[in-house]
């Protein structure tokens, strides 16, 4: 059955740096988000993506975030300058169309010290 | 504005014993909603969704959720508990505004205790 996939699985940076996050959707796949949990908090949306470009992004989406899906398989979440409280575990999810559900891969943990 | 409360972050109950995982969503529109589950060191996996067809939803592994509209909640049940369903369970709704993004409760952590 094919599956979202998320690498690394764990990521340890140093509060500062530049932190890249990757994500394979689902290969017919057309809208990708990224969501994310806060240790002991709840999953929280960050943005969504289609035909190349942010369809929408919470608050928690500023500046420092950038997504980007460089060829036709990957999905990115980047982080430019990494905060202590961006510690996270990281999910990308995909939906074939607006209205279908959405399929989640693992999850990707960032710890920033 | 959309949201989710699930009561109980934590519940336990016997193997064999009855399940139930509350969740009680707001939402100005009709909404869908969605139950998962997350397993040790794995990702969120689709249990079952509603989305405004049959109010009693059927989905793996034996779970099944209705959706009461006039008390605003999609509580998941399984008859019987089985070791295998000790995991984290979110209850999740649907905003479409604009895109389809999900609000989640907190979650539940099911134990299944012998």
């Known amino acids: 059955e094919p599956e979202v996939t998320q690498t690394p699985s764990h990521q340890v940076t140093q509060m500062g740096q530049e932190v890249i996050l990757r994500c394979v959707p689902i290969?017919?796949?057309?809208?990708f988000y990224w969501y994310r949990q806060i240790l002991g908090q709840k999953v929280e949306f960050l943005v969504s993506?289609?035909?190349?470009?942010?369809?929408?992004k919470s608050e928690i989406f500023d500046d420092q975030f950038s997504v980007e899906r460089p060829d036709g398989s990957n999905f990115t979440l980047k982080i430019r300058s990494t905060k202590l409280e961006d510690s996270a575990m990281y999910f990308c999810?995909?939906?074939?169309?607006?209205?279908?559900?959405?399929?989640f891969g693992p999850g990707t943990r960032l710890t920033v010290t | 504005a959309q949201s989710v409360t699930q009561l109980g972050s934590h519940v336990s109950v016997s193997e064999g014993a009855l399940v139930l995982l509350r969740c009680n969503y707001s939402?100005?529109?009709?909404?869908?909603l969605f139950w998962y589950v997350q397993y040790p060191n794995q990702g969120l996996q689709l249990l079952l969704k509603?989305?405004?067809?049959?109010?009693l939803v059927k989905g793996i592994n034996g779970f099944e959720a209705e959706f009461k509209k006039s008390e605003t909640s999609f509580h998941l049940t399984k008859p019987s508990a089985h070791m295998s369903d000790a995991a984290e369970y979110f209850c999740a709704v649907s905003v479409t505004s604009g895109t389809y993004k999900y609000i989640f409760g907190t979650g539940t952590r099911l134990k299944v205790l012998a």
């Open positions: 509603y989305t405004s067809a049959a109010t």
């Open positions: 993506f289609y035909n190349n470009e942010i369809s929408e």
């Open positions: 939402s100005s529109v009709p909404p869908y």
């Open positions: 999810a995909s939906s074939t169309d607006l209205y279908y559900e959405q399929y």
């Open positions: 290969s017919n796949h057309l809208y």
